[in-house]
């Protein structure tokens, strides 16, 4: 109830400031016998590593991973995986400015007033730092999903107001490589250069920019999602929702789809015939329904977006008032990112694996 | 498990298809001596009935609802409420033609994936005569939001491409006699004209369209939400993303704040000396963070927008599968809305009570 | 959080008072494609009804349950299954009397504490009348758990300190037979007929006695339960526990296990090479263990045993206090149940059936 | 839902195997602002170690527990406090012979059948050396009880048929200092005399023993505890039953309750005008009640027995089957205790610390 907990079947719990000794997650409910890749999830994690480029915060932590439960000889034993990433890099001096100063933006006073009680260095438990534990609990989702052949696929689609064209989603592995050769993230190269020229001016000026990430889930099986309020795209939703940052998800017509008539919007059944993609007995020729037909998969590729605003911190001064009510003034200093979407790939993968997996042991339950 | 409930502390758990004999819900959670005002709760159902105008669907239901439980003279008592509404004009014949055949971009065919035993009458649990009781206990929530002083209101804010100018949010009773005063529920009078010739002219013509939803939550104390899974904004999205048709969800700035730069997008702290709004410490200068900071509100107006598709169903052919996948048509027939916005209002704002009740609770638990 | 909700995958969640209009329950999470047998429901009532012998209580109750959803063409769709009991022979004149005074040993007190708004018709929730809805959903889970071949059955095996002597557990059926055919619902018909002597001679006498009742689940496949805090006989213990008037619970060997020496409590492991009882891969000499090794089921019948106190309300005045802190008496009259257990029966394998219902498809999500 | 968490809103997830690298917990929804005495919780842990005393197991473990989030300058901040506790003396080697041979009374076989990848090193996750972790969440949940006013007191009642007479609940803390004065931990120094005797023949002899706890909960405000499925007691129960080698529960009349008749069973109430047991309203002569009533606390003392089986791991050999289905015969080796009681006493009190802190979070979120 505390909230840090996520997931019904395939739950983890997490923990840690973003200046304490660590930070980590329980998974709850791993099946067993699932291989563990350790260097599979590692390199998830480092796409989410701060300092690994000029466009990311220079924090320097190698996130490290350590597994204390639940794995034995190789494989998951179906009891819970906790696993550890000590905090390296802390430098918590660099935050007794704001002991008593509400950062514009943040959640210094929020959790002032609600805990009367604030680790206030680095922003505590409300830094992007938790992600870290999604990330590499998403990645042991993952290892679940690729066994089970789902495949799902994250990209920069937008920097302020460069908009990367629709690319077409047909190898995702593909786009994979193609996404990583840039260190912004975008799979179409030339969009990508023009947003890393913009970030990397952004962070020039001391300033930061928001942005967006577009997902597809490709072969989810049809019959995950729960009808009314666990629906497939509700939980995709709070799922995005709850990483820091994000104002704003939408799937498959999203607030488009709010400016159509029905007789565009509705995607028309035809028979698979021949059995592509895969082994479905129907498919739609358009999929403005995103993959998610009354909250439940028809087995399309799933489709969503999810918008960040700009990083709070800024490498400029700004009033603001004290924790005793005087006006006040902020500094801008610290390590911080000009844009936070390029690690948020990463973060949103790693979401987007938590629900299916948590949604196909819950199906399986009832209908397996 | 099966996704029927929703909230935790204060928790609803509804049942009942578009065609059976009742649709209801149980209230677990409700804290004691609450006055019920039954005319309220009817009133707030009214909001919601199938056939208020000519703009809504034809179906003629009362949606009279009877308190089963949990109500001693005139007070919560602290035990769970139960809530029935029969269902008076099912008509289930209308919907035999669809027996074996799958309407495009509604649930059925997912529906019989999933179950393999599909109650076709109306869509069964998918259809939107779910939502009525959301809004009954919705209306139970706002009971209890009421005194604590806490006010919810929302507006169609667009329909198709037409959006309503920005309107001041002052006196949110008088915006909704405003609201209450045009059947588009649109608190701009001028748009709502324009709205309600748009959605005329779609229901002509045998389609239907989709439009937006604004929603303000105000005086809603700091220090609601938990941080990391359960913000705030994470539930929001969650209850009005699992509101049948909706396609989107994006808060304070929403999709737009990711186009915008940290220096423009920071809310800037001040002391709230005049004590306006109300007894908050401090307040912002802008609101951009949509009176929601880390996933915790912070005093201020907490706004988002919801955008909902068009309806499925429309009064035209369509070309489809059977379940025995041979190629079908789907008529054009039955009863429905054009556009659900109009009804959709009370939707909203219900599970937006829901929200804010269970986390005024949650946050009691720990820091009351 | 409120506690009205049973259960996780397999999940009821029940309302009511003993003098409201109606006591009900919603299950969620019941399997579609079951086959609903009314009449197998009503008779799993009609052994909990009031009024059925001379020796249980004499209001009169038909108990007739409705439902209002979730099922079609007589089989289960996988929604929600809304059961309604409505209260019929309420009386409420007959409690003016406890409405400013605390019964001893009832809740009357602590619902005052708690709630300060108290239903003090005949103990409104903190009634057994609430237990009408567990037997219908549990009837429900019987029905899912006869299709997958498991079978539970419970008798009276004790009254005050009459004891019954063990019985063969040999033919569950035949048992069940000869317990019904019996009052007090003890398999010994020796024993039952000792019983009943007693029990009328207390409700002579205006007062009331308690009683055991022991319960055997059989055919439960091996590998239900979850380790750690939601053991197999830990969700069995509560369930009973959560039961009006238990104030005990033990299984396998119970309370004189832990008089036990080791050597003589391990149940040896045999290979079953005669496939019997079934299909099992290993047997136990001794069945200590009650079925239950590590909070998981191994295959063995599953035994348990519940302990009743004697019902509360007796026809004798006693001496208590009012809700202002007076000195004042409480009259004994009303209808109420010299013995719990012969009713409780049906209550104990309802909610031994909810137990394993749940497990069984918490079982499957991960290792199905 | 894999059942390692325990609580609703004060909430443990544990993990952790016996020979993995460490056993650890995540307390989510400790309140903030609680002083974390960190000597306190280390001393709550030696209560439970290994290896303090001849009639302990011989395994040697410090149990030092490492503190990585939620406690900023000594006190909790409201966020997840994660504690780990190293594994230092594993000796797997001792497990090897149980790799393929299932011990009888473990839960080898159930793991093998349910997981299919069993860590066969010390029982994995079904030892004991789970229970360190709810000891030192525990022992967080007395310090929050501490605050609030609410004592815990259990202690060994029973070895074998060695009963301890009824000792007379004055002074709790003097009892908690005889009990420490003597290493089976019972409140009755002539009786633990003859326990310790009778468990030091039973190790000599390679043998085990069961016994019985009895605790007792003081000061606990009236109201806690929520009606119907979470009963005070229920939740007592389910976390009793839940420790490892418990048999068997009973709160307040108990066993022996079902034995009673109403008019000796029923607890009259008195007017509590000296005020003592301190503010209480109301007082009961009696307390067959166990200080509940409905499920709810009555501001009385809060008791209830648990019975432990005899350890299963015996210093004999003994017939037995392997994985393959052969006979097979398991030698007695290992470090284990002849009698679990003594070291369990820690682990009642924590479990009933953890209830009482959820529940006492639960009744103020609604009637705080």
Redesign the interface.
């Known amino acids: 109830?505390?909230?840090?907990?996520?997931g019904?079947?395939f739950?983890i719990?997490?923990?840690?400031?973003s200046h304490?000794?660590?930070?980590?997650v329980?998974v709850?409910?791993c099946?067993?016998?699932i291989d563990v890749d350790l260097e599979f999830i590692q390199a998830e994690l480092d796409k989410r590593r701060p300092g690994q480029s000029k466009i990311t915060t220079q924090r320097k932590e190698t996130d490290t991973v350590?597994?204390?439960?639940?794995i034995?000889?190789g494989?998951?034993?179906?009891?819970?995986?906790?696993m550890?990433i000590p905090n390296e890099d802390q430098r918590s001096k660099d935050y007794s400015h704001i002991k008593d100063t509400?950062r514009?933006?943040?959640?210094d006073?929020?959790?002032d007033?609600?805990?009367?009680?604030?680790?206030y260095r680095g922003?505590?438990?409300?830094s992007a730092r938790?992600t870290v534990a999604r990330v590499a609990s998403g990645a042991l989702a993952k290892l679940y999903l690729k066994q089970l052949g789902i495949e799902i696929f994250a990209h920069v689609s937008?920097v302020?107001?460069i908009d990367s064209p629709n690319i077409e989603l047909t190898d995702l592995n593909e786009l994979t490589e193609i996404r990583e050769s840039n260190i912004v993230r975008c799979a179409d190269p030339a969009t990508a250069h023009e947003m890393i020229e913009l970030i990397d001016g952004?962070r020039k000026a001391g300033?930061?920019?928001?942005?967006?990430i577009a997902c597809v889930i490709r072969n989810c099986p049809?019959?995950l999602?729960?009808?009314?309020?666990?629906?497939l795209?509700?939980?995709l939703?709070?799922a995005m929702?709850?990483i820091n940052a994000v104002?704003?998800?939408?799937?498959?017509?999203?607030?488009l789809?709010?400016?159509?008539?029905?007789?565009e919007?509705?995607?028309?059944?035809?028979?698979n015939n021949k059995g592509e993609p895969r082994d479905l007995?129907?498919k739609?020729v358009t999929n403005?329904?995103?993959g998610i037909?009354?909250?439940?998969?028809?087995g399309m590729d799933i489709t969503f977006k999810v918008?960040?605003?700009?990083?709070?911190?800024?490498m400029?001064n700004?009033?603001?008032?004290s924790s005793s009510?005087?006006?006040a003034e902020v500094f801008g200093k610290g390590r911080h990112d000009p844009c936070v979407v390029p690690r948020a790939v990463a973060i949103v993968e790693a979401m987007a694996a938590l629900v299916i997996a948590d949604h196909f042991?819950?199906?399986?339950?009832?209908?397996?």
Chains 1, 2, 3, 4 share one sequence.
């Open positions: 109830m505390a909230g840090n907990s996520f019904q079947l739950r719990t997490t923990f840690g400031e304490g000794a660590a930070v980590g329980i709850d409910g099946p067993s016998n350590q597994i204390l439960s639940g034995f000889e494989k998951t034993t179906g009891t819970p995986i906790a550890v509400y514009p933006s943040h959640a006073y929020t959790y007033v609600k805990y009367g009680n604030r680790d922003g505590g438990r409300s938790e937008a302020g107001t952004i300033d930061t920019i928001g942005g967006k049809a019959g999602g729960e009808p009314v309020f666990d629906k795209h509700a939980d939703g709070k929702l709850s104002h704003g998800f939408e799937y498959g017509s999203g607030f789809g709010s400016e159509m008539i029905g007789s919007h509705n995607d028309i059944f035809v028979a007995k129907l739609t403005f329904s995103g037909q009354g909250g439940i998969s028809n918008a960040f605003k700009p990083v709070a911190t800024i400029q700004q009033a603001t008032v009510g005087e006006a042991l819950r199906n399986k339950a009832y209908n397996g």
